[in-house]
């Protein structure tokens, strides 16, 4: 047998069957008869939204106070006062401190970011909460740690029920 001279003269690939076809047709059928939440991504779980934040790192539940009410009768407007225990030196300081509601359409909702020279690791701020839901504070220490606190909110009227 002779040795081609270039690929162009090499016999022509074996096309789909008729059988390849239709079964390649009926799967795109059953994928887009699914239904549009089964193919949108579960929203994540917070241990998940934690570990994205503190990347993998296990954060500690001290040196923070986490000030915000448990029970909210209008969930556009909730305050919310963090306190991180730090001396705020160039040694020893909070980097940042960001704030996860769960169950809101975007839930990281807030990050701070802090330096020696911000003085206190102490914020306020007002949150809008879609629904009742698990709310959490994390810091990040500029020693490479992270503390967090957290509370369960009950919301009596719901906010970010329009969309924004």
Known sequence: MSSLISPA????EQALS???????GAAGL?????PAPA????????????????????????????????LVENGNSVDVAIEV??????????????????????PDVARFHLS?????ADIRATLRLATSQKVVAIASLNSGGY??????????????????
């Open 85 to 106: 225990e730090s001396p705020m030196t160039q040694a020893d300081h909070v980097r940042w401190i960001h704030i996860i509601a769960e169950k809101n359409p975007f």
């Open 18 to 24: 008729r059988r390849e076809v239709m079964a390649a």
């Open 147 to 164: 503390v967090m606190a957290d509370a369960d909110i009950v919301v009596t009227l719901s906010a970010c029920i329009d969309g924004g």
């Open 116 to 120: 020696p020279r911000s003085g206190r």
């Open 30 to 34: 059953a994928l887009a008869a699914l």
């Open 39 to 70: 193919l949108a991504a579960a929203p994540p779980a917070l241990a998940e939204l934690i570990a994205r934040i503190t990347e993998g790192a296990v954060p500690e539940r001290s040196k923070i106070t986490f000030d915000i009410p448990q």
């Open 9 to 12: 003269c090499a016999p022509p």
